[in-house]
């Protein structure tokens, strides 16, 4: 997964990183028995990545999952 071409400092990039994550997250754990395994398998690999990665992606990626809330916040 590459992402050191993005400018975290825009919005549609933090997206852009945000999703490559969480597909490259499922993609490792694909092959988990069922899908509560593979949804925590993704979760747990999203989570030691994040944990693993410069502050400036950790910090796009809050930002990023506080827009999806705030979204998800306005249709309800």
Do not use: W
Not at 16 to 43: F, G, L, P, Q, Y
């Amino acid at each position: 997964m590459q992402i050191a071409h993005l400018k975290l400092n825009g919005l549609a990039d933090q997206a852009e990183m945000v999703m490559r994550i969480d597909r490259s997250a499922r993609h490792i754990c694909r092959n988990a028995a069922t899908h509560i395994k593979s949804a925590r398998c993704a979760a747990e690999t999203v989570e030691y990545t994040l944990a693993i990665a410069p502050v400036q992606v950790r910090q796009a990626n809050i930002d990023a999952s506080d827009r999806r809330e705030s979204f998800a916040l306005a249709q309800n």
